[in-house]
C-alpha cells in the first residue's frame, strides 16, 4: 500500500486438516471466516490437489482426472461447499494443477471423441491433443467447471491456450445466461432459444450471473464457432 500498489492474495487449500475427515469442518470454516475480514483483497481460493494427494501417497495417473481420486474430489467439494457459494459469502475457486505434458505408455483409450473433430476436418488437431496429453486435461478441466470450480493452475505453457478456450462462454450459454437475467424477477420456465432445453429463472439465475462474468473475463464465442474451432485457434498452436 506504502508504494501505491494494490496486491491482491490467492490463499491455497491444501493443509492436511482439510484432507481429514475429523478437522476438514472447523478448517474449513476457518479459512472461511479468516477470508471473509480481508474479502477485498482475495482474488481467488486455489485448490492444491498434488498436496492433497501427497497426505495419502496418492497421485492420479495420465487417464484419470482428479475427480476419479475419490478422497481429493471430497475435498473439492466441501471447498467448493463452503468457499464457492452464489450467495455473497462466497469466493472464485479454482482449478487444480494438471501435470502431465507429454504422453507415454497409457493403459486406457483417449477422452476425446473422433465424431467432433471428423466434423470440423481436424483429425490432427486431436491427435496431437492426446500425444500431449491434453485430452485428459480438457476433461478435467470440463469436470471443473460442471462442480464449481473457475480457471485452473498451470504448469506448462501448452496448458494455458487449452484452459483459455474451455473458459470462453458458447453462444448458446450466452443466450441461455442473458435469457435467464432478463426474466430475472419473475417465475416461470421457457424454452431455450436453441430449443434444447428449459431455462428457469430462478433456479438457473446464479448460474446466469456467474456466466456474465465469465463472458467479461473470457469473452464470447460466435454462433458457429465450437470448442473444436477454439482448440484448433488456440491449443493447435501451442
Given at each position: ?7 491482491l492474495?490467492?490463499p491455497?487449500?491444501e493443509?492436511p486438516?482439510?484432507i481429514?475427515?475429523?478437522t476438514?469442518?472447523?478448517?474449513l470454516?476457518g479459512v ?23 497426505v ?8 484419470l ?5 475419490r478422497?481429493v ?8 461447499n ?18 502431465y ?8 483409450k483417449p477422452?476425446?471423441?473422433h ?15 492426446i ?6 486435461l480438457?476433461?478435467?478441466v470440463?469436470?471443473?467447471?460442471v462442480?464449481g ?9 501448452s496448458h494455458?491456450?487449452?484452459?483459455h ?13 442473458t ?13 431455450s432459444?436453441?430449443g434444447?432445453?428449459m ?13 456474465i ?13 465450437g470448442l ?11
Amino acid at each position: 500500500a506504502s508504494a501505491g500498489v494494490r496486491l491482491l492474495a490467492m490463499p491455497v487449500i491444501e493443509s492436511p486438516e482439510i484432507i481429514h475427515r475429523e478437522t476438514r469442518e472447523d478448517a474449513l470454516l476457518g479459512v472461511q471466516r479468516l477470508l471473509d475480514k480481508h474479502r477485498s483483497s482475495v482474488l481467488a481460493v486455489r485448490t492444491g490437489a498434488t498436496d492433497l494427494c501427497s497426505v495419502y501417497g496418492i497421485r492420479r495417473g495420465r487417464d484419470l482426472t482428479i475427480w476419479d481420486v475419490r478422497l481429493v474430489a471430497g475435498v473439492l467439494t466441501d471447498v467448493i461447499n463452503v468457499l464457492g457459494r452464489t450467495d455473497g459469502t462466497g469466493f472464485v475457486v479454482t482449478g487444480p494443477v494438471w501435470e502431465y505434458f507429454s504422453s507415454d505408455e497409457r493403459l486406457f483409450k483417449p477422452q476425446l471423441r473422433h465424431t467432433p473433430f471428423d466434423q470440423h476436418d481436424a483429425n490432427r488437431l486431436r491427435a496431437d491433443l492426446i500425444t500431449r496429453d491434453l485430452d485428459g486435461l480438457i476433461r478435467e478441466v470440463v469436470l471443473d467447471k460442471v462442480n464449481g470450480l473457475t480457471g485452473k493452475t498451470v504448469i506448462h505453457p501448452s496448458h494455458v491456450p487449452v484452459v483459455h478456450a474451455l473458459s470462453v462462454v458458447t453462444h448458446e450459454e450466452y443466450a441461455d445466461a442473458t435469457d435467464v437475467l432478463e426474466a430475472a424477477g419473475r417465475s416461470g420456465v421457457s424454452a431455450s432459444r436453441y430449443g434444447n432445453k428449459m431455462n428457469e429463472s430462478k433456479p438457473h439465475l446464479s448460474w446466469a450471473e456467474r456466466t456474465i462474468l465469465r463472458a467479461r473475463a473470457f469473452g464470447v464465442a460466435a454462433e458457429d464457432v465450437g470448442l473444436v474451432d477454439l482448440l484448433a485457434a488456440t491449443a493447435g498452436r501451442a
